[in-house]
């Protein structure tokens, strides 16, 4: 349950990387910028939906185990 967010998370900025590279080779740094700046906010979302989640369900998670 806890390695399924940071899946996620290494997931999505695996394929985040040859976006990045592009741009960095364009020397195009403020489209750069915009794109890491998505991945980190994503990055942020998914891991404070999994905190949440596992949160609300802390209960019914440690009865299920």
Known sequence: ??????SL????ST???PAIAMEKTKNNYCEMKKKI???LKYSG????IA?????????IIINIL
């Open 1 to 6: 349950l806890i390695a399924l967010p940071l």
């Open 37 to 39: 700046n998505i991945g």
């Open 15 to 17: 394929t985040m990387i």
């Open 51 to 59: 905190t949440l989640g596992m949160g609300m369900f802390s209960e």
């Open 9 to 12: 998370n290494v997931a999505f």
């Open 45 to 48: 979302l998914i891991g404070l």
